[in-house]
């Protein structure tokens, strides 16, 4: 019994490897840039979180406790009534009897009046200041003045305020300038009678 052989055609043959490499498919690389959208599981978890509401109270028109506390405590303004040392003509005077030895002690005390003491009066204190660079100081509150007076010096143009504190202290303020007015204004200030006590003139 002969066999024949089944020979294919050449076209057949030749077409298999085209139509398989026509069919082969690729795989896709990873790294291509596409996005990644996430599951919608977790999306979902994201939404449904608790929200936390915060209450924040809005401020007053009112000032606070502290602020009315530090507006109370506040200093009052100081104001100075006069300020200003021993008054020019007890200098002058003294300069021309100090040819006599005599007065010569009487004027080196008016010299160091006029160059080292200052007076200051002011709404809230009296204040002697005196020394070669000021160092000595003295305060005293109108609340503590008992008296006051006066002695005028001259004719008049200058005078000594005598002031007596409640404990017997006497301040004695030599050669003041407007020392009636001055005077006056330490009774009204310590609000004690307007009445002054002024005593004859005096020398220098």
Known sequence: MAYTPILSSPATTSAAPTAASTNQSFPLSSRLPFPNFSSPSK???????????????????????????????????????????????????????????????????????GFFLRYRFTNLRVTVISGLTGQDRSDFSYKVIKDVQVVPRFIGEWGDVIITLNDGTKVDLRSVPKFREIAKYCLSMAEKPAVLKETGPKGF
């Open 43 to 113: 999306s979902s978890s994201n939404f449904n979180r608790p929200l936390t509401k915060l209450h924040v109270s809005s401020p007053t028109n009112q000032p606070s406790t502290a602020t009315a506390t530090s507006t109370s405590k506040k200093a009052t303004k100081e104001i100075v009534f006069f300020d200003g040392g021993a008054h020019y003509g007890d200098l002058v005077a003294n300069l021309l009897l100090g040819f006599t030895l005599l007065w010569l002690p009487l004027t080196l005390a008016a010299v160091f009046r």
